[in-house]
């Protein structure tokens, strides 16, 4: 007889949607267009298109600091889903962030991010699909089981669960996942650029909790290695 069942080392995804994300959205834009006129970008899993410095935690402009508060918010909530008897409030948070600005033909190769606990995207503007894209491909995020290769064993009839798993992007939504997790991002297909802000995010301990509490929310120092490649967008 079946006694029990239990799901080990279930993979999460987060996803969370801004209220009011148009007006936010539109400011991003206009302070993502004036940052490319200053920085030519950097190459990481990015393939074409403009990879930013990683230095959007730091940045001063007004709606990167909104946007920064958000996902800060949204890092707490599935933290707090995680792990409720963690004491965030004991900890500080690293964090490291990016824009992605993805023209016809971008995409991101599959990687994914060692040194983090969680990563993320955000999704600033996403064109309207083609309506040849049947499959809804164009500029989709697509995970990978961590598992590996092994699920797919023959016979096939045995073979339960889907090795990957795909998401297409939708303007004002937020998606956090383990920073360990494998993904890509299909080739963007359409004329209009697709834009994006990815991030990085780790805990350290804090000497005191009312600063601990400060870093999270304000400051999320920068400290973390460097990311070779780039995240998810």
């Known amino acids: 007889r079946l006694v029990s069942r239990r799901d080990l080392f279930v993979t999460p995804l987060f996803t969370f949607t801004l209220e009011g994300f148009e007006d936010l959205n539109r400011r991003l834009m206009a302070d993502i267009a004036a940052l490319r006129q200053q920085s030519p970008g950097i190459r990481a899993s990015n393939q074409h298109g403009?990879?930013?410095?990683?230095d959007f935690f730091t940045r001063s402009e007004p709606s990167f600091l909104e946007l920064k508060r958000h996902i800060f918010t949204a890092m707490g909530a599935a933290v707090?889903?995680?792990?409720?008897?963690?004491?965030?409030?004991?900890?500080?948070?690293?964090?490291?962030?990016?824009?992605?600005?993805?023209?016809?033909?971008?995409f991101n190769a599959?990687?994914?991010?060692?040194?983090?606990?969680?990563?993320?995207?955000?999704?600033?503007?996403?064109?309207?699909?083609?309506?040849?894209?049947?499959?809804?491909?164009s500029g989709a995020i697509e995970f990978m089981d961590?598992?590996?290769?092994?699920?797919?064993?023959?016979?096939?009839?045995?073979?339960?669960?889907?090795?990957?798993?795909?998401?297409?992007?939708v303007e004002g939504s937020l998606l956090i996942f383990p920073a360990t997790l494998s993904h890509w991002?299909?080739?963007?297909?359409?004329?209009?650029?697709?834009?994006?802000?990815?991030?990085?995010?780790r805990f350290g301990t804090a000497a005191a909790p009312s600063k601990a509490r400060h870093s999270a929310q304000a400051t999320a120092p920068t400290s973390a290695p460097r990311d070779d490649q780039g995240p998810a967008a």
């Not at 707090?80 to 409030?89: H, I, K």
């Not at 092994?150 to 016979?155: C, F, G, I, N, T």
Request: aromatic share 8%.
């Open 50 to 54: 403009w990879h930013s410095e990683r």
């Open 80 to 106: 707090s889903s995680l792990n409720p008897s963690l004491e965030r409030s004991r900890m500080t948070v690293q964090a490291q962030g990016w824009i992605n600005v993805s023209e016809r033909g971008a």
């Open 110 to 137: 599959p990687h994914d991010h060692p040194h983090y606990l969680l990563s993320g995207v955000y999704y600033v503007k996403v064109p309207v699909h083609d309506p040849k894209d049947s499959r809804g491909r």
């Open 146 to 169: 961590s598992r590996g290769l092994s699920l797919q064993a023959k016979p096939q009839e045995l073979y339960l669960g889907n090795a990957k798993q795909r998401i297409r992007p």
């Open 185 to 201: 991002v299909y080739p963007h297909e359409e004329d209009s650029e697709r834009v994006s802000i990815a991030f990085n995010l």
